[in-house]
């Protein structure tokens, strides 16, 4: 009975030793772009010139003395 114990627990460590155990693959770890310091500043651009002033344009017309009021349509009553 003994002998028996034995070698079933002996093929049973074999047989769980045996298992295909999936590998673990380790990906690592990319590279992380790290800003260095901050350089010299640079010289100040120059002043750009100053755009020409537009025209007044024409006066205009005298009206005819109609005075026309358009109002907007009346909205629905809201439910």
Do not use: E, Y
């Not at 770890?29 to 344009?57: C, W």
């Not at 017309?61 to 439910?79: D, E, H």
Request: hydrophobic share 40%; net charge positive.
């Amino acid at each position: 009975m003994k002998r028996l114990m034995l070698i079933s627990a002996l093929l049973a460590t074999l047989g769980l030793a045996a298992c295909d155990r999936p590998t673990v693959v380790t990906v690592p770890a990319t590279p992380v772009a790290v800003p260095g310091p901050a350089g010299p500043q640079g010289q100040t651009g120059s002043t750009g010139n100053t755009g020409a002033t537009g025209d007044t344009g024409a006066t205009g017309k005298a009206g005819s003395g109609a005075t026309i009021i358009v109002t907007p349509p009346a909205s629905a009553p809201a439910n």
